[in-house]
């Protein structure tokens, strides 16, 4: 009998697994598979190219799907289906429909959905966090204010920062990695204005151990994000909590770091001396005000906080040290053509002065070939390849302007790389010429534009109201790193890359540059 019970107690064991995910499959593709309405062109099928053979093509070279959708679909003003990383799929609008797409109510086509899809934080930090994110329109509400406040220990902060990464020796040039540095130097500089100083004296982000574990949060939250975009939606509840297990021992380190500033501004904000002349002017004391007075459960928690606090990392350190990392390539690499050292150089004195000068707007508006140097930067080298991603959340689905019905559940988006590369619209323009935009009127067909200004032909920060609030901050962050590493440093590629930038790749949709790349600098004598 004891036998018995055991042999049925195995073999329900070993069934029940299977069971499962053979429901889930088939409740998945009989009631949730998006149904795409028949009129959308499915990319291959008029070229004569199997779905599976694009498949292939967009895991080994993502560009040329891209290429093929933009030249034969986008351009014509049509959209199309295209297979994008792991098991999914995207419908593509064309450049035509952005400021429809732009324009449509959250409560039809919805960017926080589309989010929520693609860094998957309901998995990595918890569903709150996902659903309720009020930190960033804290952050978006406070950011520009707080950053006038805080040029100066911005600068600061990327002053100490290169010195401590670059080193200061004028005689000996030194060989270092580039991408390590720039996340250290972004690390940095950002956590000061996230965290601002410590009432008590030592500023967190001086705490190199403190940024390291930032960023181990974000690496995990990446690979939590990466593992499930390559796992079926409906697998998701079971394979994120186990995608995830990594994630509660990083935000317990991160946690302990951040203990005695949540303790000593929680403290300030109980006895109401928050409220003097001494208020913290930083993000960090935005969230804590706004999360006493309007989630006054999450504010007792130190762990509620620092989830917060490492949402905003994300947004806030990820993209931008990929932008700097692409930044100071091109900075060197154009050196050789258009003397861009130097020509910066010159640009620093003029806006600075020969001392350290008072950094404010004006001074950041002045820097226009640094400027240009960003636009042209994130033009030929952004991250992302698609962009305004949304998810149709309309149970009906939506109706785009080219007839098409974008059925409840499909991601959609615009091509980012091909649009800021379009012949139509750039000379020569898969060239890097970092004063493209600085060029004065009607020496090249090029737009004069700013870094922060998004247009159908710059999308890196994706476009319309939901266009990236950071940008201001990444402007300033990059503009003082290049002002300060240009003034003080002499820089240079490795002999062995012979003066070439060493190029970016592009794979699972993203354009990334080469992480193992190094350059040389040596300290400028006074
Ligand atoms: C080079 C660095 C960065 C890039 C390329 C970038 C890019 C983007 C993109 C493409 C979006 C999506 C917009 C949309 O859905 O239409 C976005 C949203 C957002 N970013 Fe950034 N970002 C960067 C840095 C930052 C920084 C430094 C912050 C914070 C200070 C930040 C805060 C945000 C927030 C709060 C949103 C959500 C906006 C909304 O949904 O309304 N980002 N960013």
């Keep these: 009998m004891d036998g018995l019970y055991h042999l049925m107690v195995y073999i329900l064991q070993r069934a029940i697994l299977p069971v499962i995910l053979i429901g889930i499959t088939i409740y998945y593709f009989f009631f949730r598979h998006v149904r795409y309405p028949r009129n959308l062109p499915r990319l291959g099928a008029e070229e004569g190219i199997s779905w599976e053979d694009i498949k292939k093509k967009f895991e080994s070279d993502c560009l040329s799907v891209f290429e093929m959708a933009y030249q034969n679909y986008s351009k014509k003003d049509r959209s199309v289906l295209i297979p994008v990383f792991g098991p999914n799929e995207e419908i593509l609008l064309p450049p035509s429909a952005l400021n429809w797409l732009c324009k449509q109510p959250d409560s039809q086509i919805s960017s926080l959905a589309a989010q929520i899809d693609a860094i998957q934080l309901g998995y990595s930090l918890g569903n709150k966090y996902a659903y309720d994110p009020w930190g ?194 091109n900075l060197i690499g154009s050196d050789v053509e258009y003397d861009t050292i130097s020509a910066l150089r010159g640009e620093v004195r003029d806006v600075l002065g020969d001392g350290e000068g008072a950094w404010s707007k004006t001074v950041l508006n002045n820097m226009v070939h640094a400027d240009s140097l960003a636009r042209e930067t994130m033009r030929l080298h952004s991250f992302i390849g698609r962009t305004v991603q949304r998810l149709v959340i309309a149970p009906e689905g939506v109706v785009a302007p080219d007839g098409v019905r974008l059925p409840h559940g499909a991601m959609v988006s615009i091509l980012a790389h091909q649009a800021q590369t379009d012949p139509e619209t750039f000379e020569d323009p898969l060239t890097f010429q970092p004063f493209r935009f600085s060029r004065p009127r009607g020496q090249s067909k090029d737009v004069q534009s700013t870094f922060v200004s998004t247009s159908a032909s710059y999308l890196g920060f994706s476009h319309g109201r939901h266009a990236c609030p950071g940008r201001f901050l990444v402007d300033t962050e990059l503009k003082m790193i290049t002002a300060y590493l240009v003034r003080e440093y002499d820089l240079e590629f490795p002999e062995s890359y012979k003066k070439q930038r060493p190029q970016n790749q592009w794979f699972s949709g993203f354009g990334i540059p080469p992480l193992d790349a190094k350059i040389r600098i040596r300290r400028r004598k006074a």
């Design 136 to 329: 960033g329109y804290v952050t978006k509400a406070a950011l520009n204010s707080i950053m006038e406040y805080s040029y100066e220990a911005v600068y600061d902060e990327v002053r100490a920062a290169v010195d401590a990464c670059l080193g200061t020796d004028t005689d000996t040039w030194k060989e270092i990695e580039l991408f390590p540095t720039c996340r250290l130097i972004v690390g940095r500089a950002t956590q000061r204005l996230t965290l601002g100083d410590s009432p008590s004296g030592n500023p967190l982000c001086q705490d190199q151990d403190y940024i390291t574990s930032c960023y181990g949060v974000l690496d995990g939250m990446l690979e939590v994000a990466g593992y499930l975009a390559n796992t079926r939606r409906p697998f998701w509840p079971i394979f994120g909590p186990w995608a995830s297990r990594p994630m509660s021992k990083k935000i317990k380190d991160l946690v302990t770091h951040l203990k005695p500033l949540y303790e000593e501004r929680m403290g300030m904000i109980r006895k109401g001396t928050e409220a003097g002349s001494q208020t913290p002017r930083d993000i960090l004391q935005k969230i804590l005000s706004y999360a006493v007075k309007e989630r006054p459960q999450e504010a007792k928690s130190l762990d509620n906080i620092t989830r917060r606090i490492a949402v905003l990392n994300f947004g806030t350190m990820h993209q931008t040290t990929i932008t700097l990392h692409n930044l100071i390539l």
